[in-house]
């Protein structure tokens, strides 16, 4: 199937109702892409780093001496507090593809 021709060559309803730069400042202000594409390939890098890291820390990874109790207790509240962070960071995350998720119904829907 191809595209729909233009009566007015050059014309974008899309455009001109401000869809396109609506789209291209949540894709900016969330760093999600609105494209399927653009999402494809967001995804792959991030998949290449994680495994270029990975190996980078597979590879470093060398023998320690014992840790003192003290040290493992700071070590133990530094990975807790992580863990939150990570928790509220992915909260965030789904909440901002939620929202888009939404936006872009209403879009389909509207227009």
């Known amino acids: 199937m191809g595209r729909k021709k233009s009566v007015i060559p050059g014309f974008s309803l899309n455009r001109a109702l401000g869809i396109t730069s609506a789209?291209?400042?949540i894709a900016r202000a969330t760093g999600i892409p609105t494209t399927k594409q653009g999402?494809?390939?967001?995804?792959q890098s991030?998949?290449?780093?994680?495994?270029?890291?990975?190996?980078?820390?597979?590879?470093?990874?060398?023998?320690?001496?014992?840790?003192t109790t003290?040290?493992?207790?700071q070590i133990t509240k530094t990975v807790a507090t992580h863990r939150n962070?990570?928790?509220?960071?992915?909260?965030?995350?789904?909440?901002l593809c939620i929202g888009l998720l939404v936006v872009l119904k209403i879009k389909s829907l509207l227009f």
Do not use: D, F, Y
């Open 46 to 67: 991030h998949l290449w780093t994680a495994v270029a890291v990975g190996t980078a820390a597979a590879c470093s990874q060398n023998q320690s001496q014992p840790r």
């Open 85 to 95: 962070i990570r928790k509220h960071v992915i909260r965030i995350a789904i909440a």
């Open 39 to 43: 999402r494809k390939r967001k995804m």
């Open 70 to 73: 003290e040290e493992s207790e």
């Open 23 to 25: 789209k291209q400042k």
